[in-house]
């Protein structure tokens, strides 16, 4: 701890005002102290945020399930697949647009076409599928007892839905679409990892082309 010390000047009479001298080495070593101790402070709170994060189900920006969350709900559907055999598909989109929205109108604008993309999806939903969000920006359905053919149909709904509500901003239309991959699993040896990956790829294909 830094500290101060009150001295009197050599041959000072009796009843001479004190003169301040600072310590200037117990200050140095009082602000590093505080300096180091924000920064641990500073560490715990990122750690603890990101531990909030975790332990939250939803999404910020879309409102659906955030990553942890809908992998977990994978995880959970894969062990329902050892017992109860049946097809589990995945539909992952992304919104072609949205790169571009983020730069020409802002990220605010990127996310009210991600908003409004998972509105119209969700007005499609059967109370047994699950919509979820990646930190970037992708959304993913769970369909259970869907097979891929069932995953493309689901596909081709969702961009006539999206064609037929355009976002609108200030009065203007803008035309949204999605690159979907669908992936599908009748095996539970197949890993909620590996599921994903191949809707990723899907979608990376569908952009391409």
């Not at 001298?21 to 990101?50: I, P, S, T, Y």
């Not at 939803?58 to 994978?74: K, P, T, Y």
């Not at 559907?77 to 949205?98: M, Y």
């Not at 939903?125 to 149909?153: H, N, S, V, Y």
Request: aromatic residues 6%; proline residues 3%.
């Amino acid at each position: 701890m830094g500290y101060a010390v009150w001295t009197l000047a050599q041959g000072a009479s009796q009843g001479a005002v004190s003169v301040p001298f600072v310590d200037w080495v117990g200050l140095l070593w009082l602000l590093a102290w505080c300096w180091l101790n924000a920064g641990l402070v500073g560490m715990v709170l990122l750690k603890l945020m990101e531990k909030i994060r975790e332990l939250s189900t939803e999404d910020e920006v879309s409102g659906a399930l955030n990553i942890h969350a809908f992998m977990a709900l994978l995880a959970s559907e894969r062990e329902r697949l050892r017992r109860h055999p049946q097809v589990q598909s995945v539909l992952l989109c992304t919104v072609d647009q949205h790169t571009a929205l983020c730069s020409q109108f802002g990220f605010a604008v990127g996310d009210a076409a991600l908003r409004h993309v998972t509105t119209v999806i969700g007005h499609s939903l059967r109370k047994t599928d699950r919509l979820g969000c990646t930190p970037q920006g992708e959304l993913i359905l769970f369909l259970p007892d869907t097979p891929a053919i069932g995953g493309i149909l689901v596909a081709e709904r969702t961009q006539a839905a999206l064609k037929a509500q355009p976002l609108l901003i200030k009065g203007q239309s803008i035309a949204l679409s999605l690159s979907m991959g669908v992936a599908s699993r009748n095996d539970a040896s197949i890993a909620c990892e590996a599921l994903l990956d191949m809707a990723y790829r899907g979608a990376a294909r569908a952009r391409r082309e």
